[in-house]
């Protein structure tokens, strides 16, 4: 298998393992805001905000790749670009396992009781974790994958097709998280927030909306201005709005955190400082890491 049908495989597996993380994400946020969570315990509560930070870890991880290869190689089928795809996917299955069993946990203790959802929890992670990691690694052990050696000139049909691959390993993060915007403003615990806390919501959900709009446009621009045809401008254009679009989702997530943040905490600096600190990791993922990279790559070269 040559070095883009590799590096196309490894952004499918990304896209299939970021659909199978949306669902939670989504939910996870959601559930803050259920009338019933306010009855779960304060350690539960805890737990549920470190499963959320931890899902929005994997979606970040998951998301590094597409933006690894548009901003650090171009859009270019490299080596780097697959290793970068091979170990975010690996590395995301950890925070991905944890967000799962936390959620589990919260659940089953209020359906059961703690001892049932601590059992269920650490269950549902460990076997997870087995089937998404620890099977992965030993299996891997006798077998030796080969990287490929050559790199040539990326066809502009392969590029425009992974650049259409990753804008759909990036929208479902966002689609997950704009659903719960929009309907979370309709319930009764959300109005009871103060008025800086909406304000942040509001912003949020059109930073995430912007960026919904700025992953739609390559395949509407696509079909509309080139009908369909390959074309560099066309590759240019959508590449940097794909780039774009993860800033404002960057910025929608980390702010719907800090509203979380301060529905779990009711402490406003506790809140800011989880939304803050978010923002910071995934900028670090998505844009500094890729451009350091590109920055490591012209001073070899």
Excluded at 129 to 153: D, W
Aim: net charge positive; glycine share 8%.
């Amino acid at each position: 298998m040559d070095l883009a049908d590799k590096l196309k495989m490894a952004l499918d597996e990304s896209r299939l393992l970021i659909l199978g993380a949306q669902v939670i994400f989504g939910c996870q946020f959601q559930m803050v805001f259920q009338e019933r969570f306010q009855d779960a315990p304060r350690g539960s509560q805890t737990v549920q905000g470190i499963g959320l930070l931890a899902l929005m870890l994997a979606v970040a991880l998951l998301i590094t790749p597409s933006m690894t290869h548009q901003i650090a190689y171009r859009g270019e089928d490299r080596r780097g670009a697959l290793r970068v795809a091979s170990r975010c996917a690996g590395l995301a299955m950890v925070p991905m396992t944890l967000g799962l069993g936390a959620t589990t946990f919260v659940v089953f203790e209020s359906l059961f009781n703690r001892n049932r959802g601590i059992v269920a929890g650490v269950t549902f992670a460990a076997v997870a974790f087995s089937f998404l990691y620890a099977l992965g690694l030993i299996l891997r052990i006798g077998h030796k994958g080969q990287m490929p050696l050559s790199e040539k000139q990326t066809l502009l049909k392969n590029k425009i097709e992974q650049l259409l691959t990753e804008a759909r390993v990036i929208i479902p993060g966002a689609q997950a998280l704009l659903g719960f915007q929009f309907v979370v403003v309709f319930v009764r615990s959300f109005a009871e927030l103060p008025g800086w806390v909406k304000m942040t919501h509001a912003a949020a959900l059109a930073a995430v909306a912007l960026s919904v709009v700025l992953l739609m446009t390559p395949a509407a621009l696509h079909r509309i201005a080139y009908d369909g045809e390959n074309s560099q401008s066309f590759f240019r254009i959508s590449s940097a709005l794909v780039i774009a679009a993860a800033f404002p989702l960057a910025v929608g997530i980390a702010a719907d955190v800090c509203v979380v943040g301060f529905r779990i905490t009711g402490a406003a600096q506790l809140a800011s400082l989880s939304g803050g600190v978010s923002l910071l990791i995934l900028m670090t993922f998505w844009f500094f890491y890729p451009l350091w990279l590109r920055h490591a790559r012209r001073a070899r070269f």
